[in-house]
């Protein structure tokens, strides 16, 4: 995946911009193995999802029942700033990381970017929605560790809205 110009520069987050994603989901998950670097794992989830106050807050509550995993997706429009931050938790630990993901929408894809440190390492995680329709979206993360020049996709969601 090649390096994009980060939307939160181009075009203000507005509320509603997480509307497409109200309703109930089938998932289809892949992710690449940590101890296999070039092996995929495939499995099922689902979702509910709801906007609230007026299209400002997304709630997002996720389910693998195969691995009896839960956990919640909150995403917060930031007014002031004009960009969404998206939170996560993951329902064992019960703890919301802070701070929330800063990103946007521009032209139907929404694109969230995270920087870390590890000793002199900086890592870039990136977080993308796209291929919105009104039954269909995906969610694909990626990493760079050259500054956004080169990015490695490790998971991606398929969703498929639930009639």
């Known amino acids: 995946m090649s ?3 980060e939307p939160s520069k181009i075009t203000p987050a507005q509320a509603g911009d997480f509307d497409f994603l109200s309703g109930h989901w089938k998932i289809q998950h892949r992710q690449l193995k940590s101890s296999q670097p070039e092996v ?8 509910s999802c709801w ?4 299209g400002t807050v997304s709630i997002e509550e996720l389910r693998i029942p195969a691995r009896d995993f839960s956990g919640m997706g909150l995403r917060i429009l930031n007014q002031e700033k004009q960009v969404w931050s998206d939170f996560w938790m993951n329902a064992k630990r019960g703890i919301l990381m802070t701070p929330g993901v800063e990103g946007c929408f521009h ?8 920087e870390s440190q590890d000793g002199e390492q ?4 990136r977080g993308v929605w796209d291929n919105i ?5 995906r969610w694909q993360q990626a990493s760079s560790n050259d500054g956004g020049e ?3 996709t490790n998971w991606v969601m398929d969703w498929v809205r639930v009639a």
């Open 3 to 5: 390096n994009t110009t």
């Open 133 to 137: 329709t009104a039954t269909t979206c």
């Open 40 to 47: 995929w794992d495939s499995f099922e989830g689902e979702a």
């Open 150 to 152: 080169t990015w490695q």
């Open 122 to 125: 900086t890592t870039q995680v």
């Open 51 to 54: 906007s609230i106050l007026k």
């Open 107 to 114: 032209e139907g894809r929404g694109v969230f970017i995270e």
